[in-house]
């Protein structure tokens, strides 16, 4: 069974940037996309970027557009999200996920979260 273990979360000042990082235990085998989710306190869970890893296309949320990037290590069955100019909004929990596709329901795997704090 796969697993995903997330890192690089943490506590910032807005403006601030962060790193987050998910390794896989094993290859992700057919799934088409990895990604990262968020879900804040009283929220619902939403996707923040995808990227497929057939060709490396990528997803983002109309709200992080120009200031995420996410990236692939295919041969190291890893995934990043390069965080810049925070906000106090992108506070949540960050999950790591793999699946068909970028949406809630196509997402199969999911990691335990990692927690992203963004002061103002």
């Known amino acids: 069974e796969v697993q995903l273990v997330e890192s690089g979360g943490g506590s910032v000042q807005a403006g601030g940037s962060l790193r987050l990082s998910c390794e896989a235990s094993q290859d992700i085998g057919s799934r088409n996309i990895m990604g990262w989710f968020r879900q804040a306190p009283g929220k619902e869970r939403e996707r923040v970027a995808c990227?497929?890893?057939?060709?490396?296309?990528?997803y983002y949320r109309d709200s992080v557009k120009g200031r995420f990037t996410i990236s692939q290590d295919k041969a190291a069955n890893t995934v990043s999200l390069q965080m810049n100019s925070l906000e106090p909004d992108d506070s949540a929990m960050y999950y790591c996920?793999?699946?068909?596709?970028?949406?809630?329901?196509?997402?199969?795997?999911w990691g335990k979260g990692t927690l992203v704090t963004i002061s103002s």
């Open positions: 996920t793999a699946g068909r596709y970028c949406a809630t329901a196509g997402i199969d795997i």
């Open positions: 990227i497929s890893t057939t060709n490396g296309s990528a």
